[in-house]
Nanobody, 115 residues
Framework: QVQLVESGGGLVQAGGSLRLSCAAS????????MGWYRQAPGKQRELVAT???????NYADSVKGRFTISRDNAKNTVYLQMNSLKPEDTAVYYC?????????WGQGTQVTVSS
C-alpha cells in the first residue's frame, strides 16, 4: 500500500518560512521522481517544484529563489523549504511520486500566508 503523508503546513505571516515534509512508504523511494504541487481555491493544481531520483531540481518561476526542494533517501522523505512567503502562496500543497508515469499523490497540507 502506497502512502505519501505531508506535514508542516500551517498559518504564517508574509515574509515568513515553512518547511513541508512528505514521508513515503510502499514505494522504492530512491528511484522515484518526487514533486510538490499546490492548488489554491478556484484554481487548477500547479507544479511548484520537482526533484529527480538523481537530485536534479526544477521550479516554477513564481517560487524560484524562495523555495528549495530536497530529498533524503535514507528517510524516504522529500522536503520543501519555503522562504519569503507571500499571500499568493496560500494553497493546499500536495506531494507526488512519479516512476515511469506510475503516479501517487498525498492528501495535501494547507499553507496559509497572511498579509
Amino acid at each position: 500500500q502506497v502512502q505519501l503523508v505531508e506535514s508542516g503546513g500551517g498559518l504564517v505571516q508574509a515574509g515568513g518560512s515553512l518547511r513541508l515534509s512528505c514521508a513515503a512508504s510502499g514505494i522504492i523511494f530512491s528511484i522515484n521522481a518526487m514533486g510538490w504541487y499546490r492548488q489554491a481555491p478556484g484554481k487548477q493544481r500547479e507544479l511548484v517544484a520537482t526533484i529527480t531520483s538523481g537530485g536534479s531540481t526544477n521550479y516554477a518561476d513564481s517560487v524560484k529563489g524562495r523555495f528549495t526542494i530536497s530529498r533524503d533517501n535514507a528517510k524516504n522523505t522529500v522536503y520543501l523549504q519555503m522562504n519569503s512567503l507571500k499571500p499568493e502562496d496560500t494553497a493546499v500543497y500536495y506531494c507526488k511520486s512519479d516512476l515511469r508515469s506510475l503516479v501517487f499523490w498525498g492528501q495535501g497540507t494547507q499553507v496559509t500566508v497572511s498579509s
